[in-house]
């Protein structure tokens, strides 16, 4: 390829690098370099091996393209950058003549960034899951809902009639059982209520939480806040926010807590860490919509983790980690989210846990961001 062509290569947006068939680098434009935080003098000669842990799939898609004597597409994979981690690209290999009259070919591979469209994919997904979920808790409550009043109404009639005092320890429990499943159905039903919206300033909401969290764990506990006090009000549910970043946080502050409830810690014993962040994020897509800005609100903390078994359905109704846990607190969190509009994600490992949640911003709300 002629230093012409190569110099036309430099204002692709995309990102190309030219190899020859030894997998050794010939040339990186600059939005190749940007992309792997590499330099182009730094690489040119040297083999991909050098700066990509794992360089398999690329040779198999060249020697493909060099067999078929066409271009050839990987639509996803993962390419691990020395010292970033890994990429999820596609990537489109093409053959292209050298000019040196040896039979000899290069490939010019060009990259794209793929983590936007799977980032997309997964809200669509998670959405879908939502409403999937509020539609299976909906008609679960309401099937339940009518005979456990018939079961507690029945075993107070029974109560009544009962003549020995021993027996009246079983319908109570009846009774008991029946008013628990009750309570359970009633937060069932809950995320079905509308949300009423208004203007909510989201610190407020995080100061409400912090506030119950202290006074259930005074001595276990420490949180600490970490805002930006530039972000606008929003419109929302102010109780429904309130209640689902509550169901977060008391679920970290009970991992951190163990069975302790509230108690002070050892002396030896550190206290648990949570960490309430607020951001702006702009130009994203959350519910399959456009939004300028979007209020980021990260919950961190440094116990012991997300199960690893359960990472993948802890949104889903009756999944706990905690025994004794109903596992209705992030299912109903992430209705009321959804409710919103917005999206809650999560990534853990013992230490470091972050529940985020994105929330709109709507520039009718208030004119856009203030500050």
């Not at 290999?93 to 997964?122: C, M, S, W, Y």
């Not at 319908?171 to 079905?192: G, N, S, Y």
């Not at 991992?255 to 002396?267: C, K, T, V, Y």
């Not at 456009?290 to 078994?309: F, K, M, S, W």
């Amino acid at each position: 390829m002629t230093p012409a062509a190569l110099s036309g290569l430099d204002l692709l947006a995309t990102a190309v690098m030219l190899v020859d068939e030894k997998l050794g680098v010939r040339y990186m434009n600059p939005a190749a370099e940007n992309l792997f935080e590499l330099s182009n003098t730094n690489v040119a000669g040297l083999p991909l091996g050098k700066f990509f842990s794992d360089d398999s799939v690329l040779a198999a898609a060249m020697s493909y393209a060099h067999a078929n004597n066409s271009s050839y597409t990987e639509h996803d994979f993962e390419l691990g950058v020395a010292g970033r981690g890994k990429l999820h690209l596609s990537c489109t290999v093409t053959p292209v003549e050298t000019g040196g009259g040896g039979g000899e070919n290069d490939f010019l591979l060009e990259f794209r960034h793929i983590e936007q469209q799977l980032k997309i994919a997964r809200e669509e997904r998670m959405l879908d899951q939502s409403q999937a979920n509020r539609e299976l808790i909906r008609n679960l409550a309401h099937e339940i809902k009518n005979p456990l009043g018939g079961i507690r109404g029945a075993a107070q009639l029974l109560d009544r009639e009962l003549e020995r005092p021993s027996l009246h320890e079983y319908t109570q429990v009846i009774m008991k059982e029946a008013d628990r499943l009750q309570l359970l159905m009633d937060r069932l039903l809950t995320p079905h209520r509308l949300p009423q919206p208004s203007l909510v300033n989201i610190h407020e909401v995080l100061e409400r939480v912090r506030s119950v969290i202290l006074a259930e764990y005074p001595q276990s506990i420490m949180i600490r806040r970490d805002y930006d006090t530039s972000l606008p009000q929003f419109k929302g549910d102010k109780e429904q926010l309130i209640q689902a970043v509550l169901n977060i946080v008391r679920n970290a502050a009970q991992a951190l807590s163990g069975n302790r409830s509230g108690h002070a810690a050892s002396p030896t014993e550190e206290k648990g860490m949570i960490r309430l962040r607020t951001r702006v994020e702009r130009q994203v897509t959350l519910a399959r919509r456009r939004y300028r800005h979007a209020i980021a609100l990260e919950i961190i903390d440094n116990g012991p983790g997300v199960p690893q078994e359960i990472q993948g359905r802890i949104f889903y109704p009756l999944v706990s980690g905690r025994d004794g846990g109903s596992g209705l607190g992030l299912t109903l969190t992430q209705n009321f989210i959804s409710q919103h509009h917005g999206t809650i994600t999560f990534e853990s490992a013992p230490g470091n846990t972050c529940f985020t949640i994105l929330l709109p911003v709507e520039e009718s709300a208030n004119g856009g961001l203030s500050g």
